[in-house]
């Protein structure tokens, strides 16, 4: 499975198991840790609380610009009622991304195929607007990229993810939430005196 730099960074937000919403970007540390798994070339980043805000700030622009990108559908759950307004989201993306200049460089390691990669056109910038512009520069490359057209929110009960979709019928990030959404389902068709009204 593909994997998206911008896809895992709003998955940080999830469903706890218990009804509710968990966040895994909770403090600097799992910033630090989420990073240096997610993000290899950084693999050296410590972040402070202002690296935390920032990061928080621009996965609420991301979140913002994929429920406009899976609209008319609904939004994730976790974001029905309070997203960012789509021109603040596109601002804060754009200006997180421009956060740090940089330069394409030529890779060709012994039989690859070459490859150009951005790098920082400076050294010694700060390393967390190093990552917050990385991170920035991969939502933008998603959501003008094809998977746009396949992102979908998970429309399972009390999931709130984002998903690529990789085949016509997928409802669901995940097997879990389709096990979940048919249970609930089921329910619904044999005890419709609890739906909601």
Known sequence: MERY????????IRHDGDGGVADDLVDPSALTAWVREHVPDYGDFTADGAALVDVLALRRA????FARAVAPAQPSSADARRLMPAEQALAHLNAAAARVPV????????????VARLVPAAEGDDPAARVVAELA???VGFLTGP???RLRACTAPRCVRYFV?????QEWC?????????????YRRHHP?????
């Open 174 to 186: 995940k097997p879990s939430c389709g096990n979940r959404a048919r249970v609930a389902r089921h």
């Open 193 to 197: 005196e609890a739906a909601p009204s």
């Open 5 to 12: 730099l911008a896809l895992e960074l709003v998955s940080t």
């Open 165 to 169: 979709k990789s085949h016509g019928r």
């Open 137 to 139: 520069r991969a939502a």
């Open 103 to 114: 330069v394409p460089r030529l890779v060709w390691e012994a039989e690859e195929a070459p």
């Open 62 to 65: 991301v979140r913002a610009l």
């Open 147 to 149: 998977e746009r057209e």
